[in-house]
């Protein structure tokens, strides 16, 4: 059986998303267990761009998410519309994508570069995600 990273890709996407909704809008146990799943699918080089332009690595990235409990109660789901995987070699995937909440007028655009890694819980780790702002059309 061959490996799909492309499929990988997509279910690493939604999973993480899905926790990560989970624990910014305070609908879980303020467990870091929780965000830990996010945090050990980053690749020890991971890095982040986030929109106010900041770069974050690994480490600096566990501080944000542990930080972000229940800060974003009340807000929408994002949900990840357009998504487009481009294989750029047997094992990394480009993902790109908008995340889009009902109401809101700004929309993120996010770039990732996903990893297949055998023997890694999901499957694939985040190598790198850029995140940008912009008003919806």
Known sequence: ??????????REISRWYDVFYG?????V?????VIRQIWEALTPDFRVVLTDGRMLD???YWTRLSGLYGD???SPKSEVV???LRPLSRRDVLATFDLIKPGVSQKKFDT???RSVPGQRYGMMWAYVHESAHEQM
């Open 29 to 33: 146990e303020p467990d870091d267990r």
């Open 1 to 10: 059986m061959q490996f799909d990273a492309c499929a990988h890709a997509r």
């Open 23 to 27: 624990w910014s809008r305070g609908l």
């Open 82 to 84: 357009n998504l487009v």
């Open 72 to 74: 974003r109660a009340g």
């Open 58 to 60: 690994r480490d600096e």
């Open 112 to 114: 990732a570069i996903l």
